[in-house]
């Protein structure tokens, strides 16, 4: 059968990248007519059946069209490293087979490469059955005795149960919604399907936006389409450099892949590539085809050199570090092996169960109070500013609230009065703030700190690494050290063996082409390697720190206290009428909800970012939940239950039941100062904040009375946010 010629554009949208390399014979000529100064580096004409080797396929860029209502759309073109966070819209448009799914979307073991699908229909099936409208999660494409299945995961009660579902089987299947936040490169890499436009909307500016410039309108809060533009990374047959072509070259081919050799090509091996090779690969000299266009310092030797010489692949130990301050963060990568000092700095805690994480059983946990607290609770102390307490454990203590007695957390800890201490039990709901006091004065090695004390952990620099001509670290007032993570590295060298560093694999475009086997020695690990501190950007950090930010709630409130409030204490609006009863009957468990409101953090088990192919090696990362910003699962958001199993009706009618929203602490502190010196009149009483509509009513909690001292309302107690 005589195949067709199709367009550079068609064979780009249909080939599947896992077929490539691919051989390509042009059929039509095509002579650039413009300067040959613009082709910064790239092939600029191709003879009638010249015959081209296809690498790769990569996105350069996107086009955004912006869904404008009423008015005509706006289209602008935005870089894969555009600082942002993106939301995807499912696709409402259904898939007709298992197997379009799979020619469709990336399948991987790597959890960003786990798409999610519903299907309106019971799918039975030889394992059991998935019922209509539950989700299932596709990990991996298997072929056992000539037919391929897709192993399909669903998740019922906290246990995950495995189901073959064959390539062949048909119905309608439909994306589900997606509550995780994406970088753009992300969303190419990853969420990209195949013959489809991608949807996303905005969720969260990063601080390096404001640096970008961009057409795409600051206000803009609507959809966005995604559309890529392909780049081709091809070697022709006596050429020795890699050669870039846009897939939208006006040029017709023909794919001869069957009937050529492939091998009389070059060989060029990215980083990847190298990394993906057995152990047995290993050393071997390399020229280098396509250097980096970007490198530290430390690693300039790979743009300068020619040949090189890489001994070595494997998964290298790093601690993830952020600069404590408030604005620019910067984000470090940091060798085990850095050869600085670090003194301990003070630790921040915001609630009265970050203080129950913390402690450890090596040292006692002394902090300060920065915030006051006051508690309703008879038998539970209050906090005021100032006070210092030695943390011991979490324990539960009856106490008095109005006329019943409740049994509630409390943590238990020494206060300390002079030069006596006093026994007393904090409530676990405190929303107060505690500054850590160090009494170490010692300086530790990276390595030390890391065996010694729990992450996250706060330090400051005390002597700069004297080993490299500009230590990053030695500028930063503070670190935050927090967490430890394994990536890929290569260890590569000059061919005198002058310099040797550990170069990381992600974060490294860079081309070899395979000369020789290497006979000198094998380096590894060592005093002979070098390794460097990395600086990484916003959006490689939020991808490292994925699976790693659990969603925090705010700590539940007191229940509610039935008594008469003395002249001073801030007086409540008169009780709003009744909703009317729902028709549907309410859950059993509606009544108690408000009081066992209790928070709950959800940390994903994977870790992965974009790597490579694994190696033996085994990696692990260490997964430890922190309070800090960064991207995380969005809640409230779906209107459809089919973005995750089936759940049972929920009491959401229910007039007890209250949804809270996480405030930033300064934005609560300054609503309960403008309500403290506001009059109160008539049913309602609503103050709107930051495009937040806030409501008192009778349904919260009493107001504290006010501080004699002139200090702010205690946080925690007052306030509720519908």
């Known amino acids: 059968m005589k195949r067709m010629a199709m367009t550079l554009d068609e064979f780009t949208r249909s080939v599947d990248a896992k077929s490539l390399p691919r051989v390509l014979q042009m059929q039509s000529g095509y002579y650039f007519q413009g300067s040959v100064y613009e082709l910064y580096g790239r092939e600029g004409s191709f003879s009638c059946g010249e015959l081209l080797k296809i690498i790769g396929i990569s996105v350069t860029r996107l086009i955004v069209e912006l869904q404008s209502e009423g008015s005509k759309s706006i289209t602008v073109d935005l870089s894969l490293d555009y600082p942002g966070l993106f939301r995807i819209v499912a696709d409402k448009r259904p898939y007709t087979s298992i197997q379009e799914i799979v020619d469709s979307v990336r399948i991987s073991p790597v959890c960003l490469g786990q798409p999610e699908f519903y299907c309106p229909e019971k799918l039975q099936l030889p394992e059991g059955t998935i019922q209509a409208e539950e989700s299932f999660r596709l990990t991996a494409i298997r072929t056992e005795h000539g037919d391929s299945h897709v192993d399909c995961e669903v998740t019922r009660k906290d246990s995950k149960h495995i ?39 905005w969720a969260k500016s990063l601080p390096s936006k404001e640096k970008c410039e961009s057409e795409l309108p600051e206000d803009y809060s609507g959809e966005l389409v995604l559309t890529p533009v392909y780049e081709l990374q091809t070697v022709s047959k006596f050429g020795k450099n890699v050669v870039f072509i846009p897939s939208t070259l006006d040029v017709e081919v023909l794919d001869v892949t069957e009937e050529c050799d492939g091998a009389c090509f070059m060989q060029p091996l990215s980083f990847r590539d190298v990394f993906a090779k057995p152990s047995e690969f290993f050393p071997f000299k390399a020229e280098v085809i396509e250097p980096p266009s970007q490198v530290q310092e430390e690693l300039g030797f790979l743009k300068s050199s020619k040949q090189v010489i890489v001994h070595s692949a494997y998964q290298a ?131 030390d700190l890391c065996h010694r004390f729990a992450l996250p952990f706060n330090v400051k620099v005390s002597m700069r690494d004297l080993s490299v001509k500009e230590d990053l670290l030695a500028g930063a007032a503070g670190l935050q050290l927090e967490e430890e993570i394994t990536d890929p590295y290569l260890i590569v060298s000059t061919l005198d063996l002058a310099q040797c560093w550990e170069v990381p694999v992600n974060r490294t475009n860079m081309a070899l082409q395979l000369l020789e086997w290497w006979n000198g020695p094998k380096l590894t690990q060592g005093e002979a390697v070098r390794s460097a501190v990395e600086e990484i950007g916003e959006d490689c950090y939020f991808t490292l720190r994925r699976y790693v930010n659990a969603s925090v709630l705010p700590p539940p409130r007191p229940p509610k206290r039935h008594q008469k409030h003395s002249e001073d204490t801030v007086k409540l609006p008169p009780p709003r009428p009744k909703k009317p009863d729902p028709p549907s009957p309410k859950s059993p468990h509606a009544a108690n909800k408000a009081e066992q409101a209790v928070p709950t953090s959800t940390t994903s088990s994977c870790a992965e970012q974009n790597t490579p192919p694994p190696r033996n090696e085994t990696s692990k990362t260490s997964l430890v939940t922190v309070t ?36 930033d602490e300064d934005e609560l502190a300054s609503i309960r100062r403008k309500l403290n010196d506001q009059s109160i009149h008539g049913g309602e009483s609503h103050l709107c904040m930051s495009g937040r509509h806030i409501s008192v009513d009778d349904g919260s909690p009493p107001q504290a009375e006010p501080r004699q001292d002139g200090a702010a309302l205690p946080p925690g107690e007052g306030l509720p946010v519908p």
């Open 628 to 663: 800090d910003s960064g991207p995380q699962k969005a809640t409230g958001e779906e209107n459809s239950p089919r973005h995750k199993t089936i759940k049972q009706d929920d009491d959401d009618d229910d007039d007890d039941t209250k949804d809270y929203e996480h405030i």
């Open 317 to 447: 130990k790093r601690i993830l570090a952020s600069e404590i301050r408030s604005e620019a963060q910067r984000r470090f990568l940091i060798p085990v092996s850095y050869n600085g000092r670090f003194k301990r700095g003070p630790r921040t805690f915001a609630t009265a169960y970050d203080l129950e994480v913390a402690k450890s059983n090596k040292e006692q946990l002394h902090v300060v109070a920065t915030r006051a607290f006051e508690t309703h609770y008879e038998g539970l102390s209050s906090v005021l500013v100032g006070d210092q307490y030695l943390v011991h454990k979490m324990e539960t203590s009856e106490v008095i609230y109005g006329d019943k007695r409740k049994t509630v957390e409390a943590l238990a800890c020494e206060k300390m009065v002079g030069k006596k201490y006093e026994a007393v039990l904090i409530p676990m709901c405190l929303d107060g703030g505690f500054v850590e006091v160090v009494h170490d004065k010692k300086q530790y090695m990276l390595s």
């Open 163 to 201: 189901f073959a579902v064959k390539l062949s089987h048909t119905g309608e299947f439909y994306e589900c919604a997606d509550d995780q936040f994406y970088t753009l490169g992300e969303l190419v890499e990853w969420k990209m399907p195949k013959g489809r436009k991608r949807t996303v909307t």
